[in-house]
């Protein structure tokens, strides 16, 4: 698989929530709320990361997340991919090709975990799993279908902030791109520099990001 088409579907499905009795649906909206809370609760945040594409394939690297708004993908020194946001736009460094491509944050289904002024329990819908360890939001804006949609599944940890662990995310965007990013040993509240943002642009200079 070519990493630049994996990238591609990263920054681009959920299953609708079913009607719910007032009982539940009250519970629910308790579960919707601490999602909200964790997801706020997360200054920095270091996982690895597996990403699959629809037709079943993958790639690895390590996700570094600090709030606002500033994430990177870095698929290893040796990849010719990166994808980096630095609070107020999303990009994608293809350095075998030399190009970037910008999306500002809220144009993108990643926009319910980076854009400070999206509010996910204001586009959130909470999706039935069958179990009471496992929460999953399936986020969309019904007035912005060209922003795509992102399902998050988060499950109960007492050692995550807020309690919950994001545990992985399917994002689709308008080209329902489907891409399935699962995470893997998460470490909160490690440092991290303003650097880990940044990216050496290949349409000026030929070296890699390290």
């Known amino acids: 698989m070519a990493l630049a088409a994996a990238g591609a579907a990263i920054v681009p499905a959920a299953t609708m929530l079913a ?6 649906a009250q519970a629910r909206s308790g579960d919707l709320d601490r999602a909200v ?42 990849a010719d991919l ?15 090709v030399n190009q970037v491509e910008r999306w500002p944050i809220r144009n993108s289904p990643l926009g319910a975990l980076l854009d400070p002024n ?7 819908t909470l999706v039935p799993t069958g179990s009471s360890d496992v ?25 995550a902030p807020g309690g919950l662990q994001l545990t992985h995310w399917v994002a689709l ?5 489907r891409t399935t990013v699962r995470l893997a040993n998460h470490r909160y509240g490690v440092a991290v520099p303003e650097s880990t943002f940044r990216f050496d642009d290949p ?3 030929s070296r890699r990001p390290r």
């Open 82 to 96: 990166l994808v980096v946001s630095n609070g107020r736009s999303l990009y994608m460094i293809d350095y075998a």
């Open 118 to 124: 999206r509010d996910v329990k204001q586009y959130g």
């Open 19 to 24: 009607p719910a009795e007032p009982a539940a």
């Open 173 to 177: 965007d308008a080209q329902n791109h």
């Open 37 to 78: 809370a964790a997801l706020r609760g997360i200054s920095t945040m270091r996982a690895d990361f597996t990403q699959t594409d629809r037709a079943g394939n993958s790639a690895r690297g390590v996700m570094t997340l600090k709030r606002p708004g500033k994430i990177r993908f870095d698929y290893g020194k040796d």
């Open 203 to 205: 349409r000026r200079s």
């Open 135 to 159: 929460i999953s939001i399936d986020v969309r804006d019904p007035d912005r279908p060209e922003f795509g949609r992102m399902n998050l599944i988060f499950v109960r940890n007492p050692n």
